[in-house]
C-alpha cells in the first residue's frame, strides 16, 4: 500500500482540498509510525517520500563503534568498514530498510493513522476557511432538526442553528433551504462547528446590506439595529451625503428593498429611523411612530424619562411594551414612558393636604387626618363602604366632601394640563409650571394672570390670591413695572373673580371648566415662548 503514490496524493489533494505536503507528511508519519512498532522504538529509524519512485521509503541509522554493545542501534567498525572502507568511528550510517516486512497488520495501522491525518488536516482547513467568514451570510440544506437544533449541509461542513437563534414562528423540515448568518466557529474534537443565526441583529443588517447599493457602497450606514425575531425590528440609518436620503434608500421604490427584507425575515415588521448624533433626537425617532412632548434626561444614568400626551401613550408602549423595549436597545438608553396626566399626578394631584382644599374645613380635615385620610389622595383611594363607616361623619357628608375633593383636584389636574400642552415646546415655562403649588394655581385661573405675571410676582413676594388683593394700584404698579391702569385691571379682575368664584355652585364650576381653559390660552398678558428645544424639534 506504499507503493506508486504518486496519483493518490495528487488525487486525495486534489478531491479534498488538502495541501500536498500535509498529505506527504501524513504518509512519513503513518509509516514511521508503523516501522517503530515492529522493528521497537529503540532503533533510529527515518521515513522518506520519494517523489521519483512515488514510494515511502524507510533508512534505519546506526553509530559505527569499535566494541560493539548493542546491535540495533551500533555497528563494529569492522562491519562499517565491509560497506564504506571510508567509515570511521562516530560516524552514523544508514541502511534502506524493506517495507514490506511491515506486514498486513502494520499496513493496516498505517492505514489508520493517514486517515486520521487526513481528517485533521481537513478539519483544520474548513475551521481556517470559516473563522474568516464570520458575519458572511450563508445558506444551506436542512438536515435534520436534533432537540429543537437545525442541523444545516454547508456543503464542505455541516453548521448548526441553536433554537435561540432562530425565529420562533418559521418550522423547517429536511430538505429545505435555509439561510442565516455564521456568528460563531468553534474548534471542537469532531471537528468546526459553525454556528449560524437567523434571530442576530446582524443577519437583519447584512440582509440590507444585500438589498440597498447605498450601503454597500458605503454611502448609507446602518449605525444601530434591534430585533425581537419575527415580530419586529428597529433599525438607525444616516447617510454620508447629503442628497441622499437613508430612509429613503433603505425603503426602496415603493417599498421594495424594505419588502424584500421583510419577506426573507418571514413577514418580520421593519422599522426604519434616522439616526442622529444629538440623543434627544435620536430617541424621539427611535421611539415612533409615538410623538414625544418633552423629555427628561439622566446622562449619569444614561436614563431617559419620556413624556407623552395621553393618546400617544399606548403607541409609545407599544404592544407588551415592544415598541419602547427596542428603541431603549436602538438607542443605548434606559427610557421609561409617562403620560402628560401621569405628570400632574404626580407633581401633585391627590397629594395635596384635605385642609388646603376649599369647602372641606379646618375641623374636618383635622378629624380626617387623625383617621389616616390626610391628602385628597388618601381619600379618593378609600372605597365608599370604609368611608361610610367612619365615625363622627354621616353619609351625606362624606358624599359632600368627596365631592369637593374630587372637584379640585380635576380642576387642578386640567388647569396643569392645559398650561403643559400649550408651553409644550418651551423649556423654562415647563420648568416654572413645574414648580407651581396650590396658591399659585388659584392665581392662574385669574383671567390675564399667566405665567410671565406669576413669575414677577413671585419675585415680587406675591404669592397668594390673598397676597394680591391686599396690594394697592401703586404698590403692585411699582413691584411689576406696570401703569397705574394696568395695575388697577388686574386687581379689578382678580375682585370680580373671588366674588363670581365664591358664589358659584359645583355644577356652575364644572360648567365653566372649558372658559377657564380657554381663558387661560388667551391670556394678554402671556409671555412669548422662548427658545424652542422641545422632544423632537
Same mark, same amino acid.
Given at each position: 500500500m506504499f507503493e506508486n503514490l504518486k496519483n493518490v496524493i495528487e488525487q486525495v489533494g486534489k478531491d479534498e482540498g488538502i495541501d500536498k505536503k500535509l498529505l506527504i507528511e501524513a504518509l512519513e508519519d503513518a509509516m514511521l509510525t508503523v516501522a517503530r512498532k515492529h522493528f521497537g522504538f529503540a532503533r533510529d529509524i527515518e521515513a522518506h517520500y520519494n517523489d521519483k519512485s512515488g514510494e515511502i521509503e524507510l533508512h534505519e541509522f546506526k553509530m559505527v563503534v569499535k566494541d560493539l554493545f548493542d546491535d540495533e542501534i551500533e555497528i563494529s567498525l569492522d562491519e562499517a568498514h565491509k560497506i564504506d572502507p571510508d567509515a570511521q568511528e562516530g560516524d552514523s550510517m544508514g541502511f534502506k530498510v524493506d517495507a514490506h516486512e511491515l506486514g498486513r497488520i502494520a499496513a493496516q495501522s498505517a492505514k489508520q493513522v493517514i486517515i486520521q491525518k487526513v481528517r485533521e488536516a481537513k478539519k483544520d482547513i474548513v475551521f481556517?476557511? /470559516? %473563522?474568516? #467568514?464570520?458575519?458572511? $451570510? $450563508?445558506?444551506?440544506? *436542512? #438536515?435534520? *432538526?436534533? #432537540?429543537?437544533?437545525? &442541523? $444545516?449541509?454547508?456543503?464542505?461542513?455541516?453548521?448548526? %442553528?441553536?433554537?435561540?437563534?432562530?425565529?420562533? =414562528?418559521? &418550522? /423547517?423540515?429536511?430538505?429545505?433551504?435555509?439561510?442565516?448568518?455564521?456568528?460563531? *466557529?468553534?474548534? %471542537?474534537? #469532531?471537528?468546526?462547528?459553525?454556528? &449560524?443565526?437567523?434571530?442576530?441583529?446582524? /443577519?437583519? %443588517?447584512?440582509?440590507? =446590506?444585500m438589498e440597498v447599493p447605498e450601503i454597500y457602497e458605503g454611502i448609507v450606514s446602518i449605525k444601530a439595529a434591534a430585533r425581537e425575531p419575527g415580530i419586529r425590528a428597529k433599525i438607525a440609518v444616516t447617510s454620508k451625503d447629503s442628497d441622499v436620503d437613508p430612509v429613503g434608500a433603505c425603503v426602496g421604490m415603493k417599498g421594495s428593498r424594505v419588502q424584500s427584507v421583510v419577506s426573507n425575515l418571514r413577514g418580520e415588521k421593519i422599522d426604519i429611523v434616522p439616526w442622529d448624533q444629538d440623543p434627544i433626537r435620536f430617541v424621539c425617532n427611535a421611539i415612533a411612530p409615538a410623538e414625544v412632548s418633552r423629555i427628561r434626561m439622566n446622562e449619569t444614568a444614561k436614563a431617559m424619562e419620556l413624556i407623552v400626551q395621553d393618546d400617544q401613550l399606548s403607541l409609545a408602549i407599544g404592544k407588551k411594551g415592544q415598541n419602547v423595549r427596542l428603541a431603549s436597545r436602538l438607542s443605548g438608553w434606559r427610557l421609561d414612558i409617562i403620560s402628560e396626566n401621569e405628570i400632574l399626578r404626580r407633581a401633585e394631584g391627590g397629594q395635596v393636604p384635605l385642609r388646603l382644599i376649599p369647602g372641606v374645613g379646618e375641623a374636618n380635615s383635622e378629624v380626617l387626618k387623625g383617621l389616616g385620610f390626610e391628602t385628597a389622595q388618601n381619600l379618593l383611594d378609600a372605597e365608599d363602604d370604609k368611608l361610610s363607616a367612619l365615625p363622627g361623619f354621616s353619609p351625606e357628608q362624606i358624599r359632600e366632601i368627596k365631592n369637593k375633593v374630587l372637584l379640585y383636584t380635576e380642576e387642578r389636574a386640567k388647569t396643569l394640563s392645559t398650561l403643559k400642552n400649550h408651553y409644550r415646546h418651551d423649556v423654562a415655562s415647563m420648568e416654572l409650571i413645574d414648580s407651581l403649588d396650590n396658591r399659585h394655581l388659584e392665581l392662574i385661573k385669574i383671567p390675564g394672570i399667566g405665567l410671565r405675571l406669576i413669575r414677577h410676582l413671585r419675585l415680587s413676594g406675591i404669592e397668594t390670591l390673598e397676597d394680591l388683593l391686599k396690594s394697592t394700584t401703586e404698590d403692585l404698579g411699582s413691584k411689576l413695572a406696570l401703569t397705574d391702569d394696568e395695575a388697577s385691571l388686574i386687581l379689578t379682575t382678580a375682585k370680580n373673580f373671588v366674588e363670581k368664584r365664591n358664589g358659584m355652585s359645583v355644577e356652575e364650576k364644572l360648567k365653566n371648566m372649558k372658559a377657564l381653559e380657554q381663558s387661560i390660552l388667551d391670556d394678554s398678558l402671556d409671555e412669548q415662548p422662548e427658545q424652542e428645544v422641545a422632544a423632537g424639534s
Amino acid at each position: 500500500m506504499f507503493e506508486n503514490l504518486k496519483n493518490v496524493i495528487e488525487q486525495v489533494g486534489k478531491d479534498e482540498g488538502i495541501d500536498k505536503k500535509l498529505l506527504i507528511e501524513a504518509l512519513e508519519d503513518a509509516m514511521l509510525t508503523v516501522a517503530r512498532k515492529h522493528f521497537g522504538f529503540a532503533r533510529d529509524i527515518e521515513a522518506h517520500y520519494n517523489d521519483k519512485s512515488g514510494e515511502i521509503e524507510l533508512h534505519e541509522f546506526k553509530m559505527v563503534v569499535k566494541d560493539l554493545f548493542d546491535d540495533e542501534i551500533e555497528i563494529s567498525l569492522d562491519e562499517a568498514h565491509k560497506i564504506d572502507p571510508d567509515a570511521q568511528e562516530g560516524d552514523s550510517m544508514g541502511f534502506k530498510v524493506d517495507a514490506h516486512e511491515l506486514g498486513r497488520i502494520a499496513a493496516q495501522s498505517a492505514k489508520q493513522v493517514i486517515i486520521q491525518k487526513v481528517r485533521e488536516a481537513k478539519k483544520d482547513i474548513v475551521f481556517k476557511e /470559516y %473563522i474568516g #467568514r464570520k458575519g458572511e $451570510v $450563508v445558506t444551506g440544506i *436542512v #438536515r435534520k *432538526v436534533e #432537540r429543537g437544533d437545525i &442541523i $444545516v449541509d454547508l456543503g464542505r461542513t455541516e453548521a448548526i %442553528i441553536p433554537r435561540r437563534e432562530q425565529i420562533q =414562528s418559521e &418550522i /423547517y423540515k429536511p430538505g429545505d433551504r435555509i439561510q442565516g448568518v455564521i456568528t460563531e *466557529v468553534h474548534d %471542537i474534537a #469532531r471537528g468546526p462547528q459553525v454556528v &449560524i443565526s437567523r434571530a442576530d441583529e446582524e /443577519y437583519l %443588517i447584512k440582509l440590507f =446590506s444585500m438589498e440597498v447599493p447605498e450601503i454597500y457602497e458605503g454611502i448609507v450606514s446602518i449605525k444601530a439595529a434591534a430585533r425581537e425575531p419575527g415580530i419586529r425590528a428597529k433599525i438607525a440609518v444616516t447617510s454620508k451625503d447629503s442628497d441622499v436620503d437613508p430612509v429613503g434608500a433603505c425603503v426602496g421604490m415603493k417599498g421594495s428593498r424594505v419588502q424584500s427584507v421583510v419577506s426573507n425575515l418571514r413577514g418580520e415588521k421593519i422599522d426604519i429611523v434616522p439616526w442622529d448624533q444629538d440623543p434627544i433626537r435620536f430617541v424621539c425617532n427611535a421611539i415612533a411612530p409615538a410623538e414625544v412632548s418633552r423629555i427628561r434626561m439622566n446622562e449619569t444614568a444614561k436614563a431617559m424619562e419620556l413624556i407623552v400626551q395621553d393618546d400617544q401613550l399606548s403607541l409609545a408602549i407599544g404592544k407588551k411594551g415592544q415598541n419602547v423595549r427596542l428603541a431603549s436597545r436602538l438607542s443605548g438608553w434606559r427610557l421609561d414612558i409617562i403620560s402628560e396626566n401621569e405628570i400632574l399626578r404626580r407633581a401633585e394631584g391627590g397629594q395635596v393636604p384635605l385642609r388646603l382644599i376649599p369647602g372641606v374645613g379646618e375641623a374636618n380635615s383635622e378629624v380626617l387626618k387623625g383617621l389616616g385620610f390626610e391628602t385628597a389622595q388618601n381619600l379618593l383611594d378609600a372605597e365608599d363602604d370604609k368611608l361610610s363607616a367612619l365615625p363622627g361623619f354621616s353619609p351625606e357628608q362624606i358624599r359632600e366632601i368627596k365631592n369637593k375633593v374630587l372637584l379640585y383636584t380635576e380642576e387642578r389636574a386640567k388647569t396643569l394640563s392645559t398650561l403643559k400642552n400649550h408651553y409644550r415646546h418651551d423649556v423654562a415655562s415647563m420648568e416654572l409650571i413645574d414648580s407651581l403649588d396650590n396658591r399659585h394655581l388659584e392665581l392662574i385661573k385669574i383671567p390675564g394672570i399667566g405665567l410671565r405675571l406669576i413669575r414677577h410676582l413671585r419675585l415680587s413676594g406675591i404669592e397668594t390670591l390673598e397676597d394680591l388683593l391686599k396690594s394697592t394700584t401703586e404698590d403692585l404698579g411699582s413691584k411689576l413695572a406696570l401703569t397705574d391702569d394696568e395695575a388697577s385691571l388686574i386687581l379689578t379682575t382678580a375682585k370680580n373673580f373671588v366674588e363670581k368664584r365664591n358664589g358659584m355652585s359645583v355644577e356652575e364650576k364644572l360648567k365653566n371648566m372649558k372658559a377657564l381653559e380657554q381663558s387661560i390660552l388667551d391670556d394678554s398678558l402671556d409671555e412669548q415662548p422662548e427658545q424652542e428645544v422641545a422632544a423632537g424639534s
